[in-house]
Nanobody, 115 residues
Framework: QVQLVESGGGLVQGGGSLRLSCAAS????????MGWYRQAPGKQRELVAT???????NYADSVKGRFIISRDNAKNTVYLEMNSLKPEDTATYYC?????????WGQGTEVTVSS
């Protein structure tokens, strides 16, 4: 089992920045890819960004050039730096980790971007 705890969400004005963190615990030795997903009210959960243990990243087109995902394997933590935030980035952001082929999710952290 893997436990994930997110932090760093909040309210920010459009154009501003936020940094999300996700700390993993439990069977961390089995974790491979980690990532961030988001779900806006009334919409399906969507991928934001992922990062492998080797540091290879993948981004949704909507956040490319604005968001940066990074990972500190020593601290078992993944980060999402969000810049130039837009109102359409408003959502609950969920941390995800894949371990032994199974997906694990955090409880989510809310991000609200005002116009």
């Amino acid at each position: 089992q893997v436990q994930l705890v997110e932090s760093g969400g909040g309210l920010v004005q459009g154009g501003g920045s936020l940094r999300l963190s996700c700390a993993a615990s439990g069977s961390i030795f089995s974790i491979s890819t980690m990532g961030w997903y988001r779900q806006a009210p009334g919409k399906q959960r969507e991928l934001v960004a992922t990062i492998t243990t080797g540091g290879r990243t993948n981004y949704a087109d909507s956040v490319k050039g604005r968001f940066i995902i990074s990972r500190d394997n020593a601290k078992n933590t993944v980060y999402l730096e969000m810049n130039s935030l837009k109102p359409e980035d408003t959502a609950t952001y969920y941390c995800n980790a894949r371990a032994s082929g199974n997906p694990f999710w955090g409880q989510g952290t809310e991000v609200t971007v005002s116009s």
